[in-house]
């Protein structure tokens, strides 16, 4: 079966650094997405990876390792509204995305 | 630009009576999407619209479950009968459908309670 796995909660300083890892099993891939999701709110695009290798957005950045299935998503200077579920997705050979569970991400100050 | 617009952003009704919601995408968005979202669960794919087509229901209950884009721009999604386990958030995303790798830009969701 396919299956995408995240871990479901994590803590971090507002300030610091924290590093949010997604491991996958699926049938075929075609990139991997992170999104960003405030309670109550649409997921919000963040980055696509296809290649291996470390994208970098402002303070946000995604890693990928097609040959070990992980993917991380770091994200620096952290702030209070950063607090939020991050979704990693990865696209099959069918062109569907497969969800993970979301990691709900609490920033204290 | 306009996003992704959904309606109603909230629905309480009883079990067994029908629901519909709807969804106007991305203006020029091709393809479009239903998902149904738990708390503390990623999304599930539900249909996937090219232009009019439906490509993909393989996941959509078809007992109840039913959904629509005539003209290839809007869509409604229905269920009839809702049953309690439909509880949870619909959300609809479009992407441009220029490629099978597009980002997909969601609409804020429908909250559906059933009593």
């Given amino acids: ?109 | 630009e306009a996003g992704v617009v959904q309606s109603p952003r909230y629905k309480i009704i009883e079990k067994k009576q029908p629901v519909a919601f709807w969804c106007n995408p991305i203006s020029g968005h091709n393809t479009l999407y239903w998902y149904l979202q738990n708390l503390g669960q990623g999304p599930e794919l539900l249909i996937r619209y090219e232009n009019e087509e439906a490509v993909d229901d393989s996941q959509l209950p078809k007992d109840r479950f039913s959904a629509e884009r005539l003209k290839g721009v809007d869509s409604t999604l229905k269920i009839q009968p809702a049953e309690l386990g439909d509880s949870a958030v619909y959300l609809c995303a479009s992407s441009p459908g220029a490629g099978d790798t597009d980002t997909q830009y969601f609409g804020p969701g429908t909250r559906l309670t059933v009593l």
């Fill in chain 1, 1 to 109: 079966g396919q299956n995408i796995d995240q871990p479901t909660e994590m803590t971090a300083t507002e300030g610091a650094i924290v590093q949010i890892n997604c491991t996958y099993q699926t049938s075929g891939f075609n990139g991997l997405f992170w999104y960003q999701q405030h309670a109550g709110e649409a997921p919000t695009f963040l980055s696509y990876n296809v290649l291996d290798g470390l994208e970098e957005k402002g303070r946000f950045s995604s890693f990928l390792s097609r040959s070990k299935g992980y993917s991380y998503l770091l994200l620096k200077e952290l702030q209070m509204k950063d607090s939020a579920s991050y979704l990693c997705a990865v696209m099959d050979s069918n062109y569907q995305l497969i969800w993970g569970a979301g990691t709900k991400l609490i920033i204290k100050p």
